[in-house]
T-cell receptor, first 112, second 114 residues
Framework: DAKTTQPPSMDCAEGRAANLPCNHS???????VYWYRQIHSQGPQYIIH???NNETNEMASLIITEDRKSSTLILPHATLRDTAVYYC?????????????FGTGTKLQVIP | GAVVSQHPSRVICKSGTSVKIECRSL??????MFWYRQFPKQSLMLMAT?????????EQGVEKDKFLINHASLTLSTLTVTSAHPEDSSFYIC??????????FGPGTRLTVL
């Protein structure tokens, strides 16, 4: 799996958009970008994933650059409950063996 | 979405005893499950891959005789920490992939070894 680089921490004001960047300059053509988050003392939660097109779901939007070397997770209206560590992971989206390797992630603090 | 449960959610044990942690996929079958360990203020570290009907695959540096894994059925994997020591105190998390390639994580088990 390709290595990712994320800022260790970020602050965001409640109600504003939180934009979390991720660099994955060595990503391969068949690797997807996945985002998970971990609220304190809980298991990680899947947020969103994509290959090359931008994606949106009820939780967030994922913007992937055209060269696929970086991406941004956007939480459109951050709430205090979005305070968590956010992990950006790139991996092959193959069936069967689905090992997920976590980096250090970004600790997002949403401020009232 | 799919749900993965873990039991117990927290356990305290004495040094030298063994502790079993269960991981269940509640509404889907999982031939593969993964076990992670997380120390305070650190990221999740993959320990091993649990395979239904065959031996688990351990990551480098993880003692297979200390962390026994049994994937007894398509919905249950167990991790037994044998002869636990205080340095084994950690947050243990399991995960299972669904048929749609999403990875679902359990809520974690907090192990404290006295």
């Amino acid at each position: 799996d390709a290595k990712t680089t994320q800022p260790p921490s970020m602050d965001c004001a409640e109600g504003r958009a939180a934009n979390l960047p991720c660099n994955h300059s060595t990503i391969s053509g068949n690797e997807y970008v996945y985002w998970y988050r971990q609220i304190h003392s809980q298991g990680p939660q899947y947020i969103i994933h994509g290959l090359k097109n931008n994606e949106t779901n009820e939780m967030a939007s994922l913007i992937i650059t055209e060269d696929r070397k970086s991406s941004t997770l956007i939480l459109p209206h951050a709430t205090l409950r979005d305070t968590a560590v956010y992990y950006c992971i790139v991996r092959v989206n193959s069936g069967g063996y689905q090992k997920v390797t976590f980096g250090t992630g970004t600790k997002l603090q949403v401020i009232p | 979405g799919a749900v993965v449960s873990q039991h117990p959610s927290r356990v305290i044990c004495k040094s030298g005893t063994s502790v079993k942690i269960e991981c269940r996929s509640l509404d889907f079958q999982a031939t593969t499950m993964f076990w992670y360990r997380q120390f305070p203020k650190q990221s999740l570290m993959l320990m091993a891959t649990s395979n239904e009907g065959s031996k688990a695959t351990y990551e480098q540096g993880v003692e297979k005789d200390k962390f026994l894994i049994n994937h007894a059925s398509l919905t249950l994997s167990t991790l037994t920490v044998t002869s636990a020591h205080p340095e084994d105190s950690s947050f243990y998390i399991c995960s299972a992939p669904s048929a749609y390639n999403e990875q679902f994580f359990g809520p974690g088990t907090r192990l404290t070894v006295l």
